[in-house]
């Protein structure tokens, strides 16, 4: 029992010193120059210190700057921004120890995210700069004069990074390092991360909701679409239910994954100076690829599909008495919504050739141009459409049905066009063509069974005029009849 007490005991006090050991702090930390400064702060990111002194009635302040934890193939820096908590601008004391041994130590201002950090001079003056390096830790000494800034708050950004022939290299562009700035007053002490750290919090921010959209949208629900798409329809009961879970799916991931494409486009272009080609790139094929998907389908469905099925509300539902007005409304409505989906996918294929100035697809092109401005023209037709017993109405009808028929033909050739360029599964061009032929045999059906109707009610009409003995029609069913001969 007494050694098991005493093993306990034991434990907790080397528990507790490995504890105080790994928590530093700058108050209890002694230099071994002997050097004391009268306030010190525990910087929030990299390990790292500042001990300082002030004088406010010269404006000067000694400084000591403690990065623990680094090697001898790490640089450090400490700076001063006078304008903002960014890295450009920032007038930096930079240190790192050479290939030889010796300590290198200079002023560097920074003026750009691609900076080497050459040597040169900051906007103050700087005195007694010194650096040394020992146990893991450098520590950069120097006295600054800060009448030009003017201010006992000011901007801190301190960085580390690889050394690489005696010459600093990148530092890293994620996590601490791109959190390390903040505020600092030297006469009370107090510091803080709500000018820069909330810049940096900002950016993370943004970061991870970048990588949360892009993961859901091209990481999960794509592949997701994908296995809807490759194994539900091995079950018949499933069709075409997988059809449709598939395309909402993709079609979902899609909108997601360009607004994960947006927010990465919205970080590079505040982050100048940070690259990352690969994962740029990688990204810019994706919305490239998933545009074409898309871009296909928005116009397989809009032009390809609905158009014509609109055309068939117009054509045969109204040669039922029973169905006017609702075909002009079923008809209105379908040939609308086909326009404003198909004005989407047509955008898309904008984006696209304007990001492939390479790549021509001159004849899909053109006929995708040509369809906007005849859909557009469609559109525009009801605003201006006469009344039934207008003078103009049988002229607005030549041009309404010869337009309509030529944006279904055209619609019809440019997706076969896009089928020969996006090369996709041959069962998604059998789909559409199966479509196609269904709405023509359909089409053809109802062809039949108007002009049935027509010549039935003709002869009716007819047959209740002979027995009157007179050329003389009602002048409402005469012109119903004529109305009706229309097909």
């Not at 294929?349 to 899909?364: A, F, N, R, V, Y």
Request: proline residues 3%; hydrophobic residues 40%; positive net charge.
């Amino acid at each position: 029992m007494g050694a098991t007490s005493r093993l306990a005991l034991v434990s907790c006090v080397l528990i507790s010193l490995f504890l105080s050991s790994s928590a530093q702090s700058c108050t209890n930390y002694a230099f071994a120059s002997n050097k004391v400064f009268s306030t010190c702060n525990d910087l929030p990111y990299l390990n790292s210190f500042l001990h300082w002194t002030y004088d406010p009635s010269s404006e000067t302040v000694q400084i000591a700057f403690r990065h623990t934890r680094v090697t001898s193939s790490k640089w450090v820096a400490w700076a001063i921004n006078p304008n903002s908590t960014s890295m450009v601008g920032s007038q930096a004391l930079v240190a790192f120890q050479k290939s030889d041994g010796t300590m290198r130590y200079y002023t560097s201002p920074v003026t750009s995210y691609g900076t080497q950090l050459a040597e040169g001079d900051l906007s103050f003056p700087v005195s007694d700069l010194l650096a040394t390096f020992s146990n893991n830790e450098i520590t950069i000494f120097a006295t600054l004069n800060l009448q030009k800034i003017n201010s006992t708050t000011v901007n801190q950004v301190w960085q580390d990074g690889p050394v690489s022939g005696d010459t600093p290299g990148a530092h890293d562009q994620s996590g601490d390092n791109i959190l390390s700035m903040g505020t600092i007053n030297l006469l009370s002490g107090e510091s803080g991360t709500t000018v820069g750290g909330g810049g940096g919090n900002t950016k993370i921010k943004k970061r991870n909701i970048h990588g949360v959209l892009n993961a859901i949208s091209w990481g999960i629900m794509m592949p997701v679409g994908a296995l809807f798409a490759r194994y539900l329809k091995v079950f018949k009961s499933a069709d075409p239910a997988w059809f449709y879970l598939h395309v909402t799916c993709q079609t979902s991931a899609y909108i997601i994954g360009v607004a994960g494409w947006a927010t990465g486009l919205k970080l590079g272009s505040e982050s100048p100076g940070i690259q990352h080609t690969t994962h740029r790139n990688i990204g810019i094929l994706l919305f490239l690829l998933g545009t074409l998907q898309i871009h296909g389908v928005l116009n397989a469905i809009s032009w390809g599909i609905m158009m014509p099925v609109g055309a068939l509300f117009a054509r045969y539902l109204k040669v039922f008495k029973s169905a006017d007005p609702a075909w002009f409304y079923l008809h209105v409505t379908c040939q609308t919504s086909a326009y404003i989906i198909g004005v989407a996918g047509w955008a898309t294929g904008l984006k696209l050739g304007s990001e492939s100035p390479g790549i021509q697809h001159t004849t899909h092109r053109n006929i995708g141009i040509l369809l906007f401005l005849l859909g557009t023209l469609q559109v525009f037709a009801l605003l201006l459409r006469p009344n039934k017993n207008h003078k103009y109405r049988f002229y607005w009808n030549i041009y309404h049905h010869s337009v309509g028929y030529m944006v279904i033909l055209l619609s019809i050739v440019n997706i076969f066009k896009g089928f020969d360029i996006l090369k996709p599964e041959h069962q998604w061009q059998r789909a559409y063509t199966a479509i196609i032929v269904i709405l023509a045999i359909i089409a053809v059906l109802l062809e039949a069974y108007t002009w049935f109707v027509v010549v039935k009610r003709k002869k009716a009409a007819s047959a209740e005029k002979m027995p009157q003995g007179t050329n003389e029609t009602n002048g409402h069913n005469g012109y119903g009849a004529r109305t009706q001969e229309r097909v």
